[in-house]
């Protein structure tokens, strides 16, 4: 399975930006993987923000709560990430990702397929 992230660029604090996370490959597996959205800052370890079961069942990281939401189209194999409110705290490479296990974790380790990264940067 290949991820392939796109979406993110540089607003201003308050600004949204919808990230979106497509998947290549084995495509019928994705419909069964745990997925979800992780962000590293420079200097920082990678952090999980958000993510969903196969049955779509849904966890965030309490910074982005109310703020960010995370959804799954099965039918095109694409993962998104709708972020309202940014702050400039926000700013990161975000990453997909996506697991053999139906259930998401919010630790890096537990996720087997990665994509490539897409910055979002959030002025003040």
């Known amino acids: 399975v290949q991820l392939v992230e796109s979406g993110g660029g540089s607003v201003q604090a308050g600004g949204s930006l919808r990230l979106s996370c497509a998947a290549f490959?084995?495509?019928?597996?994705?419909?069964?993987?745990?997925m979800g959205w992780f962000r590293q800052a420079p200097g920082k370890e990678r952090e999980g923000v958000a993510t969903?079961?196969?049955?779509?069942?849904?966890k965030y990281a309490d910074s982005v709560k109310g703020r960010f939401t995370i959804s799954k189209d099965n039918a095109k194999t694409i993962l998104y990430l709708q972020m309202n409110g940014l702050k400039p705290e926000d700013t990161a490479m975000y990453y997909c990702?996506?697991?053999?296990?139906?259930?998401?974790?919010?630790?890096?380790?537990?996720?087997?397929?990665w994509g490539q990264g897409t910055q979002v940067t959030v002025s003040s």
């Open positions: 969903i079961n196969s049955d779509g069942v849904t």
């Open positions: 990702a996506a697991s053999h296990l139906t259930i998401a974790t919010m630790s890096p380790t537990g996720y087997n397929y």
């Open positions: 490959g084995y495509t019928y597996s994705t419909y069964y993987m745990g």
